[in-house]
């Protein structure tokens, strides 16, 4: 069983930063993709960035890309988010989630294991 333990959600105001930050359980972390989602009240989850096992190829949601960027730690087992320039539109519910491959990945489905989520609120 695989543990995906979010941290580093707040309340900031638009243009500011935060990092997200998600630990996962388990001695395989290296082999499979992570991907980072979000979910507002009253929308569907959306993908936002995904990176590779390796960490040598990652993806972006366009709404978030120059302003997003994902990257990981294996010898930790650790994947961050930094978000700078937030929006309003941001606010959301932010998911850490792990591929069932090392390729990444904008499809929920393919995500097996998740975290609980961190909420992130950008005021205007």
């Known amino acids: 069983q695989v543990q995906l333990v979010e941290s580093g959600g707040g309340l900031v105001q638009a243009g500011g930063s935060l990092r997200l930050s998600c630990v996962a359980s388990?001695?395989?972390?290296?082999?499979?993709?992570m991907g980072w989602f979000r979910q507002a009240p009253g929308k569907e989850r959306e993908f936002v960035a995904a990176?590779?096992?390796?960490?040598?190829?990652?993806s972006y949601a366009d709404s978030v890309k120059g302003r997003f960027t994902i990257s990981r730690d294996n010898a930790g087992n650790a994947v961050y988010l930094q978000m700078n320039s937030l929006k309003p539109e941001d606010t959301a519910v932010y998911y850490c989630?792990?591929?069932?491959?090392?390729?990444?990945?904008?499809?929920?489905?393919?995500?097996?294991?998740w975290g609980q989520g961190t909420q992130v609120t950008v005021s205007s």
């Open positions: 989630a792990r591929d069932r491959d090392v390729v990444v990945s904008r499809t929920p489905a393919v995500y097996d294991y």
């Open positions: 388990g001695r395989t972390f290296s082999v499979y993709a």
């Open positions: 990176i590779s096992g390796s960490g040598g190829s990652t």
